[in-house]
């Protein structure tokens, strides 16, 4: 019987543990610090640092089951997805890594006994062919002379992709950045399917499947191509979880593995599709995977960036949720069978099911709104097409100011039996990607960032001042061994009190003090493992081996401190009043205010809010004890601590109490007491994105501050409205209901005065070709009355054509009326808009009544001036 897709994971990692591997866990499809990925698309991703040398943990190999998106960027699958047997948005990668243990002997040999090893997966030796870089004969020699793999199943790959370094058996990340040769295993699928091995002509057929990927990683390649040498050799794999599950399921397609097959019919069930080998059932079923990881990873659906990306997964299976007949939301149904096959890798989903239902029926829900808004505007243009084809232009309009699909759009005219400019719709495309990549901050240069080797001790949770030696200096970015006074520069200590930025909360500022120098420090910022204090020298001068006492800004640290301790109440005070959905999706800490950004579905109510605020400064009188523990991850998890969105976490982790209220990973600076806070204040709450809601509060002085300053508010506002604190909301109260009799009384004069005015209007109208003419420019008179105007003139004129105008503030408005008897020759949106052109404005509307401003008023009596004659070429 062959293994469940879970149980193939679950052999994968139990594999490399016994091998000696730490078993560690998926991180984030966000990727943490690092500005040159969109997604993380491979299990290296989270180790980045550590084979770049600036990081170090305290083990040597590692193996993981990596969550991947390739949906954006420069791995990109998305229109593939659905129509091939293996090309997905998100995926499972299984890998095993060496940080400068092992190399290429131990890992082809793990790789190979994994593979056809009676106990593991078992597959038929003879199944199994490899590639190897063309000029790595080492590799080589070991699949020949040390596994016995017979040489005519090893093919050399060389540059088969156009440049150096450019070959399916050179990996690299990215265009900067580890990279080295590599060698693949592929798998025999059988003579029954089309294909020829890898470097034949027919390599893209399906008989041949790459399934593992062991990459040497030797080189950090720079911006200019340069090979630098990586400090050790290390190894890293990737091995689709999907594709070995098709391999050992016997099965030609990863839609066919066990969890595919039961997506697909959870698909089928929720949409009432019948046929199950439908595409579209194949791309909703890929879809939902990377859409629900997504969200539960903090991507929210907007219009730049990674929220983009999501916004476009999520539309693309809702269009084939509607191909396959749809009606109403489905997308959001399907992750809860998500959840069911997705096993032990499901567990963070299931933790967030609610947000991640509600964000994904929240954004189907827009979508719905934006397809009928779109098909009016689509029904409006195609009305006025000449020809047979809509241009490329429009169909792109659509699709980037409204979010219509362009495929949606030639479905429509494909009804119609009309076309549409694709070729045009794709240079308008490129052209916003183009302005996409020169605005994105994704695809930086990894290395052009300040690069050490140093570790920082960070000694500032118990103290503010030490004496510590400099280790590195850094000028404009680049490492020198002496600062002068007047520069700006990064200076990096053995030692450091100074906190660098980190899980929200910003960096220290104070000062670096020698003998011959003061360093005036205004950031502190991590740098791998080095701590940098970013600043101006003052006075003297600064070099490498000196020995320098380090300040904080101990009253600035102090407000820090009470704020950071306020977020994580404030946290569980959330969770406490609107329910444990609630989970954190950023936050900031500075010495000003806290800010906490959290899933949750609505705004909150103002009595949750004070719920809320109440709940914290009850903590707060507690004076409850803030204690911190070093302990192993999963020790901490198991004691209930909460983990927070974008953190990278070690192996042992810092754990965070505060009394029997709340528990949390934290590495950041506290009070000692949840007294020393005094007092915490909600000063708003708002949304920033569908699903999540931000606060933002102040503590301690901030917050007496903010009470001081209401409080005189309320007394100015009482002096002026000649009340007391006891009668205060009476009396402004009836001042508004005043207010408004006053306005209503007031907008009574001024219709009858507009009556006035076109009563007296109207005889002034000429004749032209049997309709009345009446064209002014009124002084004295509020734009907003000139539509009351119109609407008399027309019933006092009965079959006439009216032109408006009046200048407020160097601003000209103007408005034409047409009769409907007569709207049949002149136009009033077609008269307007002429009119507009000449006052330097713009305008529009219904053929009986249009509207129109403008910028230029010195034209305005020329172009009222050219109005009969207009009207006459018209009647």
């Known amino acids: 019987m062959s293994k469940s897709t879970a149980e193939i994971r679950q052999t994968f990692l139990d594999f490399f543990h016994s091998k000696g591997h730490q078993v560690v866990a998926s991180s984030s499809l966000v990727p943490t610090n690092d500005p040159t990925l969109l997604f993380t698309n491979a299990g290296m991703n989270q ?3 550590v084979f770049l040398g600036q990081d170090k943990r305290n083990y040597s190999r590692a193996t993981t089951s990596q969550r991947c998106v390739r949906a954006g960027g420069k791995h990109n699958d998305l229109e593939n997805v659905g129509y091939t047997a293996r090309h997905h948005t998100f995926f499972e990668m299984l890998g095993n890594f060496s940080f400068g243990d092992y190399f290429k002997r131990e890992a082809i040999s793990y790789a190979w006994e994994l593979l056809t090893g009676a106990q593991w997966f078992n597959l038929p030796k003879d199944k199994l062919w490899v590639t190897v870089y063309e000029t790595d004969d080492e590799a080589f020699d070991i699949w020949a002379n040390e596994v016995g793999v017979p040489r ?27 990279c080295g040769p590599c060698t693949e295993i592929f798998f025999d699928h059988g003579e029954h399917i089309w294909g020829g091995p890898p470097g034949s002509p027919e390599e893209d057929g399906d008989r041949y499947i790459e399934i593992w990927n062991i990459v040497f990683m030797q080189f950090n390649r720079q911006s200019d191509g340069t090979m630098l040498p990586l400090p050790k050799p290390s190894v890293d794999t990737g091995m689709g979880l999907e594709r070995i599950a098709a391999v050992l399921q016997h099965v030609n397609s990863n839609y066919e593995i066990d969890l595919f097959q039961k997506l697909i019919k959870s698909v089928a069930s929720v949409t009432g599709a019948t046929d199950l080998s439908s595409k579209s059932l194949r791309v909703i079923a890929d879809h939902i995977r990377s859409c629900s990881f997504l969200v539960a990873d903090g991507v929210i ?36 069978p998500l959840i069911d096959v997705m096993g032990a890798a499901g567990d963070e989903l299931k933790s967030q099911r609610s947000q991640v239902e509600q964000v994904l029926k929240t954004e189907e829900e827009q979508f719905a709104k934006t397809l009928e808004r779109g098909l009016a505007l689509l029904d409006d243009e195609l009305s006025k097409l000449q020809g047979d084809t809509l241009d490329g232009e429009t169909v792109f309009r659509l699709y980037d100011t409204f979010g219509f699909p362009a495929d949606l759009t030639a479905d429509v005219c494909r009804e119609r039996n009309l076309k549409i400019d694709q070729d045009g719709f794709e240079r308008a495309m490129e052209q916003q990607r183009q302005r996409a990549r020169e605005a994105s901050g994704f695809g930086t240069d990894y290395n052009n960032v300040i690069r050490i080797d140093t570790v920082s001790h960070f000694q500032g949770y118990d103290q503010l001042k030490l004496t510590a030696t400099v280790k590195a200096i850094f000028v404009d970015g680049q490492p020198t061994d002496e600062i002068a006074a007047g520069q700006q520069g990064v200076i990096v ?121 109440e709940i914290v400064n009850a903590q707060i009188r ?12 999963e020790s901490a998890k198991a004691l209930g601590a909460m983990a927070l969105f974008g953190e990278k976490y070690d192996s042992h982790v810092r754990v965070l109490t505060m009394g029997d209220f709340s528990t949390e990973l934290c590495g950041g600076t506290h009070a000692s007491r949840t007294g020393d806070i005094g007092l915490f204040r909600i000063t708003s709450e708002s949304g920033t994105a569908a699903g999540i809601r931000r606060i933002e509060a ?15 508010q309320l ?30 009384e007031l907008q009574q004069l001024k219709d009858q005065q507009a009556a006035k005015e076109s009563a007296s ?17 009124l002084t004295g008179v509020e734009p907003k009355m000139l539509r009351t105007m119109v609407d008399d003139l027309k019933n006092q004129l009965k079959s006439a054509i009216i032109v408006l105008a009046t200048v407020d503030e160097g601003k000209v408005s103007l408005i034409a009326g047409v009769t409907k008897d007569v709207t049949d020759r002149v136009k009033a949106g077609e008269l307007v808009g002429q009119l507009a052109q000449q006052v330097g404005g713009k305008g529009g509307g219904r053929p009986d009544m249009a509207q129109a401003g403008g910028s230029n008023a010195q034209a305005l009596p020329g172009a009222l001036s050219g109005v009969e004659a207009w009207v006459m070429t018209k009647l």
């Open 622 to 633: 507690r004076n409850l004890a803030i204690d911190t523990n070093i302990m192993e991850l």
């Open 761 to 777: 209007l109207s005889s002034k109208a000429v004749e032209v070709k049997g309709v009345k003419l009446l064209v002014r420019e």
């Open 715 to 744: 007394h100015e506002i009482a002096q002026l409205v000649k009340a007391n604190s006891s009668n205060l909301n009476e009396k402004v109260r009836a001042m508004i209901d005043n207010i408004r009799g006053l306005e209503k």
């Open 47 to 49: 180790f980045k640092d």
């Open 301 to 336: 659906p907007s219009n730049e960036n990674r929220g983009y990306v999501l916004r476009r997964i999520i539309r693309r299976a809702i269009r084939h949720g509607h191909m396959l007949g749809v009606q109403g939301t489905f997308f959001w149904k399907l992750v809860a």
């Open 152 to 178: 005519e199943r090893i093919i050399r790959i060389g540059d088969n992709k156009g440049s150096a370094w450019a070959s399916d058996n050179f990996w690299q990340m990215g265009d900067t950045g580890p």
């Open 493 to 613: 200590l053995d030692e450091t009190p100074f906190y660098g930025e980190s899980g929200g909360q910003v960096g220290d500022t104070g000062e670096l003090q020698g003998s011959n120098a003061l360093f005036n420090v205004t950031d502190t910022q991590k740098y791998g493992q080095a701590i940098g204090h970013i600043g101006t020298l003052v006075s003297g001068y600064l070099r490498v081996g000196d020995r320098l006492a380090a300040h904080v800004d101990e009253a600035r640290r102090a407000r820090i401190r009470l704020n950071h301790s306020a977020t994580h109440l404030l946290h569980a005070a959330l969770r406490q009043v609107l329910g444990q959905h609630v989970a954190q999706k950023g936050s900031l800490v500075n010495d000003k205010y806290l800010r906490f950004d959290f899933s949750h579905f609505e705004a909150m109510k103002p009595q949750e809010i004070r719920q809320v605020e």
């Open 698 to 712: 102040v503590t301690g002085e901030g917050a007496l501050k903010q009470m001081y300053v209401q409080s005189e």
